[in-house]
């Protein structure tokens, strides 16, 4: 189940929104990054001139490490230069994607290229592989990049030091450590930047939920100027406090709750009436225990996308409740809209085609519904209506499944 969120979130990198603020980020980092090893290599020139000077070791390569610091710092000088330009036209419309990232890839291979050679040249003084290691895990945990992009630098500069230490380090004690914490850092270092990578991502789909919802709601609110204030100010303590169902997505209890008490509050307190459609999966034990948590998991994510695809307005909700058990509500919506909603669900279930020979329903996936609606006299009614639709539900199981059950006023 990991293994499928993973690569469900990661497709997003086909988003160019995304790749454009993944870009900006990457870049903006890089730019700290390269002033900061400038810095660094300003002062392991002096050191270099230093020992030099003093000829504290002459196994020390003066030649070659004075080189490679200035070449490095060359390199982030022509990076920062690239940079400076990309930021300056970054909200324009000659921002190239592909080549910043191109870049940034590039920058990262350089890197740790560098500090692939440089632990090379260390092993005939120190023995110790730690530039290539602090370059390796900076750039895993520095930069943002998809599975594609990260495997250039690793394939590029991880060889140069795996082929490179046997010519290099002449104990072989000693290179069998090396490989062995290689072996281990790489995996940890790549580990880690997926771990980054997927969380931006899952923070990027989130923030792209939330901008969806926020555009339904403007096209509702227009009707009334005092709720569009009301409910305006709603939606973004809804972005603050909604959580959603880590299994399929949709809203849970707590994002319900939230729901009810700034929907109630935007609405006012008169003439006001609540809906509230239970939906339950019909013997999904049986289809759990005999086709497997994996496919029940399938079936709960399927049933779920269903069941929000109806909400059609910031007055109606869909939620997990639990287990196989949804709730759809909504305020100010006759008896008669609710019922079609109720019929269209069911109807979108069964449509699924979802083949279940465990059930004593169907020979296909199906659905037990319970509907209410009622006046609401204040907040406390909420509660007394899920009841009540929860007990129609059952009822409907107990009427032989596949059903909806509607409670009818009297």
């Known amino acids: 189940m990991f293994i499928k969120k993973y690569f469900d979130i990661t497709n997003n990198s086909d988003n160019l929104e995304m790749r454009k603020d993944m870009s900006l980020i990457n870049l903006s980092r890089a730019r700290s990054l390269a002033y900061v090893t400038i810095i660094l290599e300003s002062i392991l020139i002096i050191s270099d001139v230093t020992a030099n000077f003093l000829q504290i070791?002459?196994?020390?390569?003066?030649?070659?490490?004075?080189?490679?610091?200035l070449i490095f710092i060359l390199i982030n000088?022509?990076?920062?230069?690239?940079?400076?330009?990309?930021k300056q036209i970054s909200t324009s419309d000659k921002?190239?994607?592909?080549?910043?990232?191109?870049i940034i890839i590039v920058y990262m291979t350089l890197i740790m290229s560098w500090g692939s050679v440089m632990s090379?040249?260390?092993?005939r003084l120190y023995g110790h592989l730690m530039v290539f290691m602090v370059n390796t895990i900076t750039c895993s945990v520095i930069f943002i990049t998809d599975n594609k992009k990260i495997a250039i630098p690793y394939l590029i500069a991880h060889p140069v030091i795996i082929i490179g230490l046997p010519f290099f380090q002449k104990s072989s004690d000693v290179l069998i450590g090396h490989y062995v914490n290689l072996s281990i850092f790489i995996v940890i270092s790549f580990v880690s930047s997926r771990i980054i990578y997927l969380n931006y991502c899952r923070e990027y789909r989130n923030k792209e939920l939330l901008k969806k919802s926020h555009s339904m709601l403007e096209d509702i609110v227009k009707e009334n100027k005092e709720i569009n204030h009301k409910l305006e100010i709603a939606n973004n303590q809804l972005k603050k406090l909604a959580l959603v169902d880590e299994l399929t997505g949709i809203a849970n209890r707590r994002s319900f709750r939230n729901f009810i008490d700034l929907a109630y509050e935007a609405l006012g307190k008169d003439n006001m009436n609540f809906s509230a459609i239970m939906i339950d999966i019909d013997f999904f034990k049986e289809y759990n225990d005999n086709y497997g948590h994996v496919e029940g998991d399938k079936v709960l994510i399927a049933v779920a996308n269903e069941i929000s695809s109806v909400v059609s307005n910031p007055l109606e909700f869909a939620a997990r409740w639990g287990g196989e058990e949804f709730l759809y509500a909504a305020f100010n919506k006759s008896s008669k809209y609710v019922q079609n909603v109720a019929e269209e669900i069911k109807s979108k279930i069964n449509?699924?085609?979802i083949p279940h020979k465990y059930s004593g329903a169907d020979n296909f996936l199906s659905i037990s519904v319970g509907v209410y609606t009622t006046d609401i006299h204040n907040i406390s009614d909420v509660a007394r209506i899920i009841e009540i639709a929860?007990?129609?539900m059952y009822r409907a199981k107990e009427s032989g499944r596949n059903r909806i059950i509607k409670k009818e006023e009297v």
């Open 351 to 353: 449509n699924l085609k």
């Open 390 to 392: 929860d007990k129609m």
């Open 120 to 123: 090379l040249a260390d092993q």
């Open 77 to 86: 000088i022509i990076f920062i230069l690239f940079a400076e330009k990309l």
């Open 95 to 102: 921002f190239n994607i592909k080549t910043s990232e191109n």
């Open 57 to 69: 070791d002459a196994r020390f390569k003066f030649d070659f490490y004075l080189f490679a610091y």
